[in-house]
């Protein structure tokens, strides 16, 4: 006669280790008691701390872009495309969770913003040098921009130092000068501290590498670079009517042009060449 089978009694669960010598792994990991005691304000508006924040936020979200577009550079010296395309599409969804953050401040009415506006004095989103250095790599190179931070020596260097080195856009142009592709000597050649402009035969060599191999390695490459672009776009986008909506046409901080200058910064096109060429395939 078999024996009747009994259930189990339940596991008890086990009890998470909360005993440690000094600060717990996720603290000395993630700096979080550093992380949520940087927010200073310097108002009494309660409305202030949101923008703090989502500004600190932005500027994570920039370090993690250089490092994709740096990584992603890297890989192209080396003819490693897969690698360089793989930190692209991760910089795809790291730049929509950064376009994101434009979401607690974009209904802002100008009420609400001069309520603590006044208090951040010659302060303005301009002056970051991570998203200058996020900047450099698109290739909109401009050494002027390394004025803001001579009093700041580690970040005044590593503009310096992004300055003179060659864009993404140029570590792509160079691999698809490699590859056989006809880009001319002037763009290969250039000095690379100087903002990249439209060349006619870079958009034909787009134009010749999208009329062949759907699936071939340039092309899945360049439509890396055309999502980064697009978003690139929306960011600007987002922050010209972020900004529109909270101040008008009122000068920006920091003794900027404020909507006016966002508005001519929108009309630009990263990558230039992968969109115009689309009209000649």
């Known amino acids: 006669m078999s024996q009747q089978a009994h259930p189990h009694e339940a596991a008890e669960p086990e009890t998470p280790h909360l005993d440690f010598a000094g600060t717990t792994p996720y603290e000395d990991y993630v700096r979080a008691d550093l992380l949520t005691h940087l927010q200073h304000t310097l108002s009494d508006d309660p409305g202030e701390m949101v923008f703090l924040v989502t500004t600190q936020v932005m500027e994570l979200w920039f370090t993690v872009l250089v490092h994709e ?81 001579r009093g700041a020596p580690r970040a005044h260097a590593e503009l ?74 929306r960011w600007r986008n987002d922050h010209l009517v972020a900004t529109r909506r909270a101040m008008g046409a009122k000068a920006g901080t920091g003794g900027s042009a404020g909507v006016a200058w966002l508005e001519k910064r929108a009309r630009k096109n990263v990558f230039p060449e992968l969109w115009t060429a689309r009209s000649h395939v």
Do not use: C
């Open 160 to 233: 310096e130092k992004a300055l003179h080195e060659p864009s993404l856009y140029d570590e792509v142009l160079r691999l698809l000068a490699r590859r056989g592709h006809a880009v001319p000597d002037a763009v290969l050649e250039r000095d690379v501290s100087q903002r990249y402009e439209p060349d006619q035969a870079v958009e034909q060599v787009w134009a010749a590498v999208y009329s062949g191999e759907q699936d071939g390695e340039l092309v899945r490459l360049g439509e890396a670079l055309t999502d980064v672009a697009e978003l690139v776009w």
């Open 69 to 149: 577009w740096e990584t992603a550079a890297k890989a192209l010296r080396s003819d490693d495309v897969p690698t360089a395309i793989a930190a692209l599409k991760r910089s795809v969804r790291e730049l929509e969770a950064l376009n994101a953050s434009w979401t607690p401040l974009a209904a802002l009415t100008p009420a609400q913003f001069n309520s603590y506006r006044g208090a951040l004095g010659e302060g303005s989103g301009f002056q970051s040098a991570m998203y200058r250095r996020l900047e450099f790599l698109l290739g909109d190179k401009s050494a002027s921009m390394l004025v803001p931070h």
